[in-house]
């Protein structure tokens, strides 16, 4: 259960498009069409953005998408806009009923 | 609208026990499975267990160590984490948090925020 490798960070201007990578095995990312990504403001609760790969739930801007490559997903903020900056977690399920989540991105809108 | 709420955090001394609990409402809380999450200060996200509907099927993260108890009540519409053995390296804010689509946590309660320290 070795976490999800994410950049610590990344930054972009605002209107710009950034995009966040997370490598994981073919024990996870590579395994599953199972692949979330949550977005987390300092002191508040997680917020799934993506799920099964690609798809958005209901309210989330499509400026957000997502991808995926082998064991490795990605998601891309296009028109970055201030409300953006947060943590970004990417999440697999990896069989079994067990998950693991990325280390966690810092999206900086300069 | 879906809600979660979880409760039961406070300071512990090491060693200690401590139960959360999550109270579900605004959904059919006994047809979904569930997770709990924990958020260590300042550091990522780490799933730490997970529960069938029917309480069934329920696993942990390896670094639990067994120390660690998921179960349900389906009656109460509620959740829990029956935590023993407490370490400093335990102390996190605690979320419980819906399983949905995709094998997705798609809804998640605010946390609540446990501290092992003598």
């Known amino acids: 259960q070795s976490a999800l490798t994410q950049p610590r960070s990344v930054s972009g201007s605002p209107g710009q498009s950034v995009t966040i990578s997370c490598t994981g095995t073919?024990?996870?990312?590579?395994?599953?069409?199972?692949v979330s990504w949550y977005q987390q403001h300092p002191g508040k609760v997680p917020r799934l953005m993506i799920y099964?790969?690609?798809k958005r739930p209901s309210g989330v801007p499509d400026r957000f998408s997502a991808s995926k490559s082998g064991i490795t997903a990605s998601l891309t903020i296009s028109g970055l806009q201030a409300e953006d900056e947060a943590d970004y977690y990417c999440c697999s399920y990896a069989g079994t009923y067990t998950w693991v989540f990325g280390g966690g991105t810092r999206v900086t809108v300069l | 609208e879906v809600q979660l709420v979880d409760s039961g955090g406070g300071l512990i001394q090491p060693g200690g026990s401590l139960r959360l609990s999550c109270a579900a409402s605004g959904f059919s809380f006994s047809t979904f499975y569930m997770t709990w999450v924990r958020q260590a200060p300042g550091k990522g996200l780490e799933w730490i267990s997970f529960i069938s509907d029917t309480s069934d099927i329920k696993y942990y993260a390896d670094s639990l160590k067994g120390r660690f108890t998921i179960s349900r009540d389906n009656a109460k519409n509620s959740l829990y984490l029956q935590m023993n053995s407490l370490r400093a390296e335990d102390t996190a804010v605690y979320y419980c948090a819906r399983v949905g689509g995709g094998n997705s946590l798609d809804y998640w309660g605010q946390g609540t925020l446990v501290t092992v320290s003598s």
């Open positions: 073919s024990s996870d990312v590579g395994g599953y069409y199972y």
């Open positions: 099964d790969v690609t």
